[in-house]
C-alpha cells in the first residue's frame, strides 16, 4: 500500500518548515498575497494572474451577504440558542449553500465547461441544451430569481467588472448566448442570476468547477460571522419566534 500524501500543506509536527504548495508560507506567502490570492493558490496549485485578481476579489465579496437569508436565520437561530460558541452557527449557515441557495454556480460552471469542451458551435450548443431542458421541466443552474426581473444587478456588476479587466472568454460568451437560448426555449425571460454569472467567471479564472460551491461558502461564512455578532448584541431571533407563535395549528383532515 502506497504512503498516503498531500500536496497541500506541510503538518503541525514539522516544525522546521511550514509550507503550502511549496512554498514558504512565512516568506513567499505572508505579506506577498492577498487572501483571495492565497485561497485561489491553495486551490489551483497556480497564482492567478493579477490583472485578474479584481475580478477575484468581485466573486469572494458578492456572495458575503444578502440581508436576512435562510443561511443567515439558521446562523442566528443556532447564535441564540448556543451563545459564545458563533462556529456552530456559522457552520450550520454555511450547511445550506447548495443547489437552492448561494451554491449553484458549480452546476453552472459544470454545464458551461461541458459546453466548451463539446467543441460544438457555441450557439447549437446552447439551443441544444435550452431545448433539452425545456422538453424535460428542468431548471438550469444560474437562471431565475424571485426579485431580481428581467436582469440582476449582481450580474450585470460582476460582468462589468470583468470587461474592465480584460477579462473575457468563451466561458462569458456561452453564457449570454445560454440565456437567449433559454428564454426562447421556454418562452419567456428567465434572468442570469449572479450565481450564474459567478459559474462563468470563475471558469474563465481558470477556478475549478468542484471548488465553485466551495466558493461560496467561504463567502457567506465571512457575512454569518456579522449576523452572529450581531445576533449576541441585538437579538432578531425573539421575532422569528413571535412570528412563529402565530403560525395557525389545525388537526389532520
Avoid at 446552447?126 to 431545448?131: I, L, V
Avoid at 472568454?169 to 419567456?188: C, F, N, Q, T
Amino acid at each position: 500500500m502506497k504512503s498516503p500524501i498531500t500536496r497541500i500543506g506541510s503538518p503541525t509536527s514539522d516544525v522546521s518548515r511550514l509550507v503550502m504548495r511549496g512554498r514558504n508560507v512565512l516568506t513567499d506567502i505572508l505579506g506577498k498575497m492577498t487572501f483571495s490570492e492565497a485561497f485561489y493558490f491553495i486551490v489551483t496549485g497556480k497564482d492567478i494572474e493579477r490583472r485578474k485578481l479584481p475580478v477575484m476579489d468581485a466573486c469572494m465579496i458578492v456572495l458575503m451577504d444578502h440581508g436576512i437569508t435562510p443561511t443567515a436565520i439558521v446562523a442566528r437561530l443556532i447564535a441564540d440558542s448556543l451563545p459564545g460558541q458563533p462556529q456552530i452557527g456559522i457552520a450550520a449557515g454555511t450547511m445550506m449553500v447548495a443547489e437552492k441557495f448561494v451554491g449553484t454556480m458549480t452546476g453552472m460552471g459544470s454545464l458551461l465547461l461541458e459546453g466548451v469542451a463539446s467543441g460544438k458551435e457555441p450557439r447549437a450548443w446552447a439551443r441544444e441544451t435550452a431545448e433539452n431542458a425545456a422538453k424535460a421541466k428542468k431548471r438550469l443552474p444560474g437562471f431565475g430569481h424571485p426579485y431580481y426581473n428581467p436582469t440582476d444587478p449582481r450580474t450585470l456588476r460582476l460582468m462589468e467588472i470583468a470587461r474592465e479587466h480584460g477579462v473575457d472568454g468563451p466561458y462569458i460568451a456561452l453564457v449570454h448566448i445560454l440565456s437567449e437560448e433559454l428564454d426562447r426555449a421556454s418562452g419567456k425571460h428567465l434572468t442570469l442570476n449572479v450565481t450564474g454569472a459567478l459559474g462563468a467567471l470563475l471558469c474563465e479564472l481558470g477556478f475549478p468547477a468542484a471548488a465553485m460551491r466551495g466558493l461560496a461558502v467561504v463567502s457567506r461564512a465571512a457575512g454569518l460571522v456579522a449576523h452572529t455578532v450581531e445576533e449576541a448584541r441585538e437579538p432578531v431571533s425573539p421575532a422569528f419566534m413571535e412570528f412563529a407563535g402565530k403560525i395557525e395549528y389545525r388537526d389532520p383532515e
